[in-house]
């Protein structure tokens, strides 16, 4: 990339200031609104046609709603990664504090990046929402009664 002026990086940081609305935005849904997170993450994944765009989104919202919201949507993320590369590959650059529960093990194998931090609340849990219920146990033998 040659070397940009003052005036251009002036420019350009102008632009970045009148549209910071749009990341606050993002970064608002990201936290509260899961599924309208999702449709600007696909709009921002539709846009994003560069390499370091992709990366932006990767380490940027979608680590943010990944890391918020996974248990809830992994089949959402997992099916967004196996129907669109450019999504897949921005999750892969995204981080995941190393944890060994389901969501997280799918999580990894569609390519995060494992890393020693605190893990999220939802890591802590060992069985996903799906695998929530309560198990069914054989029932104890009646004590008084013959077989």
């Known amino acids: 990339m040659p070397a940009k002026t003052d005036r251009d990086v002036a420019r350009a940081w102008v632009r970045v200031q009148q549209n910071w609305w749009a990341f606050d935005s993002v970064h608002g849904a990201c936290e509260s609104h899961p599924r309208r997170a999702l449709r600007l993450l696909d709009a921002i994944c539709a846009r994003a046609t560069t390499p370091m765009l992709v990366r932006d989104l990767g380490c940027g919202p979608l680590e943010?709603?990944?890391?918020?919201?996974?248990?809830?949507?992994?089949?959402?993320?997992e099916g967004r990664?196996?129907?669109?590369?450019?999504?897949?590959?921005?999750?892969?650059?995204?981080?995941?504090?190393?944890?060994?529960?389901?969501?997280?093990?799918?999580?990894?194998?569609?390519?995060?990046?494992?890393?020693?931090?605190?893990?999220?609340?939802?890591?802590?849990?060992?069985?996903?929402?799906?695998?929530?219920?309560?198990?069914?146990?054989?029932?104890?033998?009646?004590?008084?009664?013959h077989g």
């Open 81 to 145: 990664c196996a129907a669109n590369p450019r999504f897949r590959k921005a999750l892969s650059y995204a981080w995941l504090p190393r944890a060994d529960d389901d969501v997280s093990r799918r999580l990894l194998a569609l390519g995060m990046k494992p890393i020693e931090a605190k893990i999220e609340v939802w890591q802590r849990r060992s069985r996903t929402p799906r695998d929530s219920r309560p198990r069914q146990t054989k029932p104890s033998p009646s004590l008084g009664r």
């Open 64 to 77: 943010d709603f990944v890391r918020i919201h996974a248990q809830v949507f992994i089949a959402q993320i």
